[in-house]
C-alpha cells in the first residue's frame, strides 16, 4: 500500500502571482520559499513557506492551457491538494481508478503526478516525490522561525 508520508503544499490557481503575494507575503506574511516557471503546463509555481506545508500559487502563463480556461470557468482559488510520497509513479497508479490516465509532471524539482478518482469528493489530489532531509528535518514545522 502506498503510504502518505504529508502535505507538501495546497494549490490556489491565481491569474497573477504578483497580485497574490500582496496577500499570502504581505498582509499574510508568508514568505517565498521558491518560484519557477516551467514549460508543460506553462505555468509559473511560486511556494510560499506555511510552517509544516507550503502554499503553492499557480499561475497560467498560456491562454489557451487548461488551467487557463479553468480559471476563466471557476475563477481563482484552490485548485488542488498535494501530498509527498516515495514513489511518485506508484502512487499514481495505485491510488487512481483502474483505466484511468496517469498524468505525470513536476515541481520545485520533483517528480509529481494527479490522481484520477472518483472517490476524492471532486478534490484534486496530487502526489509528489519526498524527500526526508528536505520535507522533515529541515522544515521549522511552525510558522515565524526557530
Known amino acids: 500500500m502506498t503510504q502518505l508520508r504529508r502535505l507538501d503544499h495546497v494549490a490556489v490557481l491565481v491569474r497573477d502571482t504578483d497580485a497574490a503575494l ?7 506574511g508568508l514568505a517565498v520559499a521558491s518560484s519557477e516557471e516551467i514549460s508543460s ?26 488551467l487557463a480556461r479553468w480559471l476563466d470557468e471557476h475563477g481563482e482559488g484552490l485548485h488542488h491538494i498535494c501530498f509527498g ?3 511518485v509513479e506508484e502512487a499514481v497508479a495505485a491510488l487512481s481508478d483502474p483505466g484511468t490516465e496517469v498524468v ?13 478518482s472518483e472517490a476524492a469528493g471532486g478534490v484534486l ?12 528535518a529541515a522544515q521549522p514545522g511552525f510558522l515565524g522561525g526557530p
Request: avoid cysteine.
Open 22 to 28: 500582496d496577500f499570502y507575503a504581505g498582509r499574510l
Open 125 to 136: 489530489v496530487e502526489v509528489t516525490g519526498f524527500d526526508r532531509s528536505d520535507d522533515v
Open 41 to 66: 503546463p506553462h505555468v509559473k509555481l511560486t511556494y510560499l513557506d506555511a510552517g509544516n506545508a507550503y502554499l503553492q500559487l499557480v499561475e497560467p502563463l498560456d491562454d489557451a492551457s487548461p
Open 85 to 87: 510520497v516515495d514513489d
Open 104 to 116: 505525470l509532471g513536476s515541481g520545485r524539482g520533483r517528480p509529481s503526478g494527479f490522481l484520477s
